[in-house]
T-cell receptor, first 111, second 116 residues
């Protein structure tokens, strides 16, 4: 079993929809949780970085972490075609430690 | 935001030759850099963790003699694929940690390697 499981998708939504992307994990030592966006043939771009449980909002993006359930989510409000990309969740146990990535969810937002 | 630059963006080489990929942190010092490999439609596979001034730590199954990593300064790490073969063709991405705590990681744009 993988340490990090991510909803595989692909996900296709109409423009303006609310998108929910999710990951579960098994390692209770994970404390730092990240979401990355990766456009085709490009390196990942950090979207959200959270520590421990709780919510964090940045514009149209909201990251949620529930450590008791070992479950994290990324919500995208008012989705735009430019949000079409692959979204990767990642997590690590220590500040400077290596990250463990999910396999990614490919999102397509249709105009 | 912090910028990590990778060079070259893409490279084609003949089988048996060696290829060097550079990863630079442009506006910050990175004590730790990570090297990943990514196959099409798959996630990132960590190859090694590179710390400035010391030997890289390789993940299980990654040949350290084939994938040579050098982190000579706080702003530059290099990955050399030695005696490349077609199965080494892949997307290679580096990342660098911002700050002493390494809280935030920024990725380079990646390097496409095709071995013919």
């Amino acid at each position: 079993q993988k340490e990090v499981e991510q909803d595989p998708g692909p996900l296709s939504v109409p423009e303006g929809a609310i998108v929910s992307l999710n990951c579960t994990y098994s390692n209770s030592a994970f404390q730092y949780f990240m979401w990355y966006r990766q456009y085709s043939r490009k390196g990942p771009e950090l979207l959200m970085y959270t520590y421990s449980s709780g919510n964090k909002e940045d514009g149209r993006f909201t990251a949620q972490v529930d450590k008791s359930s070992k479950y994290i989510s990324l919500f995208i409000r008012d989705s735009q075609p430019s949000d079409s990309a692959t979204y990767l969740c990642a997590m690590k146990g220590t500040n400077a430690g290596k990250s463990t990535f999910g396999d990614g969810t490919t999102l397509t937002v249709k105009p | 935001g912090a910028v990590v630059s990778q060079h070259p963006s893409w490279v084609i080489c003949k089988s048996g030759t060696s290829v060097k990929i550079e990863c630079r942190s442009l506006d910050f010092q990175a004590t730790t850099m990570f090297w990943y490999r990514q196959f099409p439609k798959q996630s990132l596979m960590l190859m090694a963790t590179s710390n400035e001034g010391s030997k890289a730590t390789y993940e299980q199954g990654v040949e350290k003699d084939k994938f040579l990593i050098n982190h000579a300064s706080l702003t530059l790490s290099t990955l050399t694929v030695t005696s490349a073969h077609p199965e080494d063709s892949s997307f290679y991405i580096c990342s660098a940690s911002l700050g002493l705590s390494g809280n935030t990681i920024y990725f380079g744009e990646g390097s496409w390697l095709t071995v013919v």
